[in-house]
C-alpha cells in the first residue's frame, strides 16, 4: 500500500499550499475594511495606484515635457529646460537628471521611482486603505508560487504512485483517480487567484480600484491637460498623444 503513503503526502502538500494562498488572500483582503472615507486621488496617487511606482515616474516627465520644463527627445535623453520643481517628485526627477542637466530616461525613472516621495505616497494610499502593502503583495505572491509547485508536486507523487506494484484489486486508473483529486484542488486555487487575487495584489486594494474607475470615465471627457494626464496616468505612456513624445518613450522601452 506505498501509493497511499504518497496519497497521504499528495493532500498534505496540496492542503497545506492551498490553505496558505487562502489565508495571504483573506489577510491581504483587510486593506478595503477602511472603504468609508472616499477622497479625490490626486494625479501621482492615481498613477501610483494604476502602474505602481515608475508608472509615478513617467507622469511626471509626461507633465514637466508638456510645460517646456523638460525636453524629451526621440533618441531617449531627457534634457532639463526650467531646473525649478514646482513639486517633490518633479524635484526628484530633476535630482535624478543630474548637475549635468542632460541624461537618458530609462535611468531617469528608476531612480525617481525608486525615491522618498514615490515611497511617500505609496505609505499614504496604504494608510487609507487604497493600495495593498508590500508585505500583502509579497505573501501573495509567495502563496501562489507554492500552489503551483505543489500542483507539480502532486503529479510527481501520483506517476510515482503509478510506477509503484499494486495490489491486484486494485486498477491503476482508479489510482490515478484519487491522485486527480489533489491535483484539481491545486489547480482550482491557481484558477480562482488568476481571476480574483492576481489583479488585486499589484497596487490597488478593491476601494483603490473602485477610485481608479471613477477617473477612467474622467480620463475619456474632454481633452484638457488634466484630463490628459490623468489619461496617461491611469492608462500609461501608450496614452500619450504627441508622436516625438510618444517616441521618447517608446526608445526608452527599448532600453529597458
Known amino acids: ?22 489565508l495571504a488572500a483573506v489577510r491581504a483582503a483587510a486593506v478595503d475594511a477602511d472603504t468609508g472615507r472616499v477622497r479625490e486621488l490626486t494625479l501621482y496617487e492615481a498613477a501610483f495606484l494604476s502602474g505602481g511606482p515608475r508608472r509615478v515616474a513617467d507622469v511626471t516627465l509626461v507633465a514637466m515635457a508638456r510645460q517646456r520644463r523638460l525636453l524629451l527627445a526621440r533618441t531617449g535623453w531627457a534634457t532639463v529646460v526650467d531646473p525649478r520643481g514646482r513639486d517633490e517628485m518633479e524635484r526628484s526627477v530633476i ?9 537618458r530616461i530609462a535611468p531617469v525613472r528608476a531612480t525617481a521611482a525608486a ?3 514615490v515611497r511617500g505616497i505609496a505609505e499614504g494610499l496604504v494608510r487609507a486603505g487604497l493600495a495593498v502593502p508590500d508585505s500583502a503583495r509579497t505573501t501573495v505572491a509567495s502563496a501562489v508560487r507554492q500552489v503551483r509547485v505543489a500542483a507539480v508536486a502532486v503529479l510527481g507523487l501520483g506517476v510515482a504512485a503509478l510506477l509503484t506494484p499494486l495490489p491486484p484489486d486494485m486498477p491503476r486508473h482508479l489510482v490515478a483517480l484519487w491522485f486527480a483529486l489533489p491535483l484539481a484542488l491545486t489547480l482550482s486555487c491557481l484558477a ?6 492576481h489583479p488585486y495584489s499589484r497596487w490597488a486594494s478593491p476601494a483603490g480600484r473602485r477610485l481608479l474607475g471613477a477617473l477612467t470615465h474622467t480620463a475619456d471627457g474632454a481633452a484638457d491637460d488634466r484630463t490628459y494626464l490623468t ?3 491611469v492608462r500609461g505612456v501608450r496614452a500619450i498623444g504627441e508622436p516625438d513624445l510618444r517616441a521618447a518613450f517608446t526608445h526608452r522601452e527599448s532600453h529597458d
Not at 95 to 103: D, H, L, R
Open 231 to 233: 489619461s496617461v496616468a
Open 115 to 117: 525615491a522618498d516621495p
Open 95 to 103: 535630482g535624478a537628471i543630474g548637475p549635468e542637466g542632460q541624461s
Open 1 to 22: 500500500m506505498l501509493w497511499v503513503l504518497f496519497l497521504l503526502a499528495a493532500w498534505a502538500v496540496a492542503g497545506t499550499a492551498c490553505t496558505r494562498l487562502c
Open 192 to 197: 480562482v487567484a488568476r481571476v480574483e487575487i
